[in-house]
Each structure stands twice: as C-alpha cells, then as structure tokens.
C-alpha cells in the first residue's frame, strides 16, 4: 500500500535545498525520508503482537529505487509472510474470523507529527552538511597528505 503525504511548512528548506547541486538533493532527500521511515519501523515493532518474536524482529525500513533519479521514497516492510494476516485479520478454514492486531498502520498514524519532526530535523542537518562545503575538499585533503609521504 502506498501513501504520500505533504509537510507543510518547509519553504525555507525547500529554497535551500534548490540551492544544491542535482545529486546533493537526491541524497538529503533519500536520507530524510530514511530518517521517517526508522521512526515508523521503531514504532511498528513496539506494537507489533508477539507470539514468537518473529514478526517483531521482521520489520525493516528500506530505502526504495527508483528508476527515476528525481524520485525518492522510503518504505517498512514485514518480512514474514503471515505480517499481512496479523495486520488485518483472516478467515480460519474452520469459517471463524480471525480478527487482526494492528500494528504497521497505527504506528504511522500514532506517531505523524514526529515523525514529521525527524523528517524536517534530518533534513535540516543534510543540508546544513552540504552547504558546509563539497565532500571533495576532504577528499583532496586527504590525498594531498598521502601524497607528500
């Protein structure tokens, strides 16, 4: 299931996030939404119901590719193949309903605003490191010192 959401507010950040070059955006933005999506995988896994533990230790933000570079998104997986059943519930073979145990979806709706928070915090950072200066300057550093060995 796929859902996408707006923050408002971020038109100071936005200005300085087009402010970088192409790939510095793609990456702050790629870390920012990391950042949410750890919040949600944390979450999840507090409320996630526990039998075995399994379904618990399953849940797992990732980092999605697209084949678009101007496109960044962010998921939670369940990594079981019953996480679909716990979530939503099921019907026995016996006929008897067996209701599910919410766990993925509330923890995205219990937690938005900070959620939301961590996302402006992290993008905040990102792009204060990149307007720090070009990663290339340590880089030549670096190799300036090797050199004179």
Same mark, same amino acid.
């Given at each position: 299931?796929?859902?996408?959401?707006?923050?408002?507010?971020?038109?100071?950040?936005?200005?300085?996030?087009?402010?970088?070059?192409?790939?510095?955006?793609?990456?702050? +933005? /790629? @870390?920012?939404?990391?950042? $949410?999506?750890? =919040?949600?995988?944390?979450? *999840? %896994? +507090? /409320? @996630?119901?526990?039998?075995? $533990?399994?379904? =618990?230790?399953?849940?797992? *933000? %990732?980092?999605?590719?697209?084949?678009?570079?101007?496109?960044? =998104?962010?998921?939670?997986?369940?990594?079981?193949?019953?996480?679909?059943?716990?979530?939503?519930?099921?019907?026995?073979?016996?006929?008897?309903?067996?209701?599910?145990?919410?766990?993925?979806?509330?923890?995205?709706?219990?937690?938005?605003?900070?959620?939301?928070?961590?996302?402006?915090?992290?993008?905040?950072?990102?792009?204060?490191?990149?307007?720090?200066?070009?990663?290339?300057?340590?880089?030549?550093?670096?190799?300036?010192?090797?050199?004179?060995?």
């Amino acid at each position: 299931m796929k859902r996408e959401y707006g923050i408002q507010g971020l038109e100071e950040l936005n200005k300085l996030l087009e402010t970088l070059p192409q790939k510095a955006q793609y990456n702050v +933005l /790629r @870390a920012s939404l990391f950042a $949410g999506a750890k =919040a949600i995988e944390k979450e *999840a %896994k +507090l /409320r @996630a119901p526990r039998l075995t $533990g399994r379904l =618990a230790k399953s849940i797992k *933000a %990732k980092r999605s590719k697209s084949k678009k570079r101007s496109e960044v =998104a962010s998921r939670v997986e369940v990594q079981v193949p019953y996480g679909h059943l716990a979530e939503y519930g099921f019907n026995h073979t016996s006929g008897r309903h067996v209701p599910g145990k919410p766990f993925l979806f509330p923890a995205f709706k219990g937690r938005e605003k900070e959620i939301q928070a961590d996302i402006v915090k992290k993008l905040r950072t990102a792009i204060l490191k990149e307007l720090s200066g070009p990663k290339w300057i340590s880089q030549m550093r670096k190799a300036v010192a090797q050199a004179g060995k």
